[in-house]
């Protein structure tokens, strides 16, 4: 049985019209014209417990309202929507003992607390018992290395300590699922890649279901094999990266370096793309040419101290599908041919 | 565990929480002390110029007054301005996230502040004291005010949630809160008894709700009201506790079916 599921899942914002202008501010006042928008329209998909999926998509997609279902805190205009067997917002609070929470842009910690009383207080909360608390803030404390500032009031925390502390309020009462929305944002290399480790383990050996809601591709590519694409309300992919990888990065660069200075590099099969000293970048259809014969044609032209090639980065694919939409290759085969 | 432990612990961190600010708690006696030496001298001037009422003398008054200006110390905190905050900021959001009920998660983060502030009236009353001679009722008076201004904290609790959850629908509520705050400590009878207001006018204000927040256990406490009407006055703000229970309890299931949170 999937841990979450949804069945064309909506959510319709009314919201009240308004004109311009003074006297449209007035008209507002009175008048009751309502704009609808749709956030989410008819969002279907379904997790197995212990999955760690991406749930990618533009700004304004439906990302956040569609958490919101998930949580419980918004009601759904339509559609069917279960965690963990329950319907989040018919049982709020039920769910809640399911489900932890970080939101990068906003702490659940007690500002002017020292972080440890913070935790005292989710213990009341989700009444963990004495010995799983002990446990649990030990092995946090531990993966998290939140010895030093334990005792730290939260408002002297740095913005990766206090994540820390996040991430260990989270779950310390053992959710089955953690939904996580931009946990590594304007953290540093450092502390993105402890919070990713943290979350990697949490996932192989608590076996928490995580979905990752963010901008940050590198988290996504770096933790989850599954991402869920969402684009104006709708999923417009789901499934894993790699087979995202495959339909849209039909090309790689290949990195070459001269040994010689060459005033123009031309190749057959490949698109030359910039050129930085004496290292230029070829652009190559992976269809049209195979990376071997594309070597092989560069370095019986060019005398060749180095090459290597680059892979698509998940982010630049997704810059793709936001810009053009998505389109499945495995769908009725585009004809350009019958363009005249 | 007791499904009341994570309220007690509410209570007791926003206890402690209250104590971080020192400074704060310093100009909250300081404030106080120099109201109550204010007021004792505004009602000695006025009641020499002007003729008073009948049922209140001087010394009534001035006690009425300092009593108030106590009551004021913890009547004002208000636990449920976080409300109107976490709705404008979003942070409601990671509260509802929570399995605990708000409303009473509210009420017991305002009951810490309170308790705090509670402690503050004893450094209080005893600076007052050096200014202004308080009277001290009989322990039944005293007992039957206990009781009538629990019940009043109790109504200016809902009170105070009613105002602030209208962030829901409004997400700016500054200006209502004002209103309201001024017109129930004036119509309450936090700034003058209500027997200053005239004819049907006094009529009309004692018999608004605002009345069993300050006024009633205030009238208990001077002895304005004889002990045979006390289970009448207090019966009544039963009825309004009553009254704003249901009413704080509707709007909240309304408000919880249309949160919109901010920035999200």
């Known amino acids: 049985m999937p841990i979450i599921e949804t069945r064309d899942l909506r959510k319709v914002f009314r919201s009240v019209k308004r004109t311009p202008g003074a006297l449209g501010a007035l008209r507002t006042l009175f008048s009751r014209e309502y704009v609808e928008r749709a956030a989410v329209e008819g969002v279907t998909m379904s997790l197995e417990a212990g999955e760690l999926v991406g749930y990618i998509g533009p700004n304004g997609a439906g990302k956040s309202t569609t958490i919101k279902m998930l949580t419980g805190i918004l009601v759904p205009t339509a559609g069917y929507v279960s965690v963990a067997g329950l319907v989040p917002y018919q049982e709020r609070k039920r769910n809640a003992r399911n489900i932890g929470v970080v939101f990068g842009q906003r702490s659940q910690l007690y500002w002017d607390l020292p972080l440890i009383e913070s935790f005292e207080l989710l213990r009341a909360i989700y009444a963990i018992p004495a010995e799983r608390y002990k446990k649990n803030l030990a092995d946090f404390t531990e993966l998290l290395e939140m010895g030093d500032f334990r005792n730290t009031p939260v408002r002297q925390l740095s913005l990766g300590q206090r994540m820390r502390g996040d991430f260990a309020a989270a779950m310390l009462h053992d959710p089955r699922i953690v939904f996580l929305d931009e946990p590594t944002i304007g953290l540093d290399v450092v502390a993105k890649e402890s919070i990713r480790t943290f979350i990697a383990r949490a996932n192989a050996e608590r076996g928490t279901t995580f979905i990752l809601t963010t901008h940050d591709l590198a988290d996504v590519e770096r933790l989850c094999r599954r991402i869920v694409l969402i684009d104006q309300g709708r999923v417009i992919y789901d499934g894993a990266i790699e087979r995202i990888k495959d339909q849209y990065g039909t090309h790689r660069t290949l990195v070459v370096e001269f040994s010689e200075d060459y005033p123009v590099v031309a190749v057959e099969g490949a698109e030359f793309e910039s050129r930085v000293g004496n290292v230029a970048r070829l652009r190559f259809d992976r269809r049209a040419i195979s990376a071997d014969q594309l070597i092989r044609r560069v370095t019986e032209a060019y005398c060749v101290s180095d090459v290597s090639i680059e892979e698509p980065e998940l982010e630049t694919i997704i810059r793709q599908i936001y810009v053009e939409g998505y389109t499945d290759p495995n769908a009725a085969p585009a004809a350009p041919a019958a363009v005249p | ?264």
């Open chain 2, 1 to 264: 565990m007791n499904p009341v432990t994570p309220y007690i612990e509410f209570a007791r961190k926003a206890f402690a929480r209250e104590g971080t600010y020192r400074l704060e708690v310093f100009t909250n006696v300081g404030s106080l002390v120099l109201r109550v030496y204010l007021l004792r001298c505004l009602w000695t001037a006025l009641y020499a110029q002007n003729a008073a009422p009948p049922n209140i003398p001087l010394h009534a008054m001035i006690t009425y007054a300092t009593v108030a200006l106590l009551m004021s110390l913890i009547l004002e905190v208000d636990g449920t301005r976080a409300i109107r905050e976490k709705v404008r900021e979003g942070g409601i959001a990671t509260d509802l996230m929570k399995p605990i009920s708000l409303p009473l998660y509210w009420f017991s983060d305002g009951f810490g502040q309170t308790a705090f502030h509670a402690m503050l009236v004893v450094p209080a009353l005893a600076l007052a004291l050096l200014l202004v001679h308080v009277d001290v009722p009989s322990p039944a008076v005293l007992a039957a005010f206990a009781v009538s201004f629990a019940v009043g904290y109790g109504v200016n609790f809902f009170l105070n949630f009613l105002m602030n959850v209208v962030a829901f629908w409004t997400l700016e509520t500054f200006a209502i809160q004002l209103m309201i705050r001024w017109a129930s400590d004036l119509l309450g009878g936090q700034i003058v008894p209500l027997d200053f207001f005239p004819g049907f006018l006094g009529t009309i204000v004692e018999n608004l709700p605002f009345a069993a927040i300050y006024s009633t256990p205030l009238r208990i406490y001077i002895g304005e009201l004889p002990p045979a009407a006390w289970l009448g006055a207090i019966a009544a703000q039963f009825l309004w506790l009553g009254v704003f229970a249901v009413l704080s309890a509707t709007v909240w299931r309304l408000a919880q079916r249309r949160v919109v949170v901010q920035g999200g």
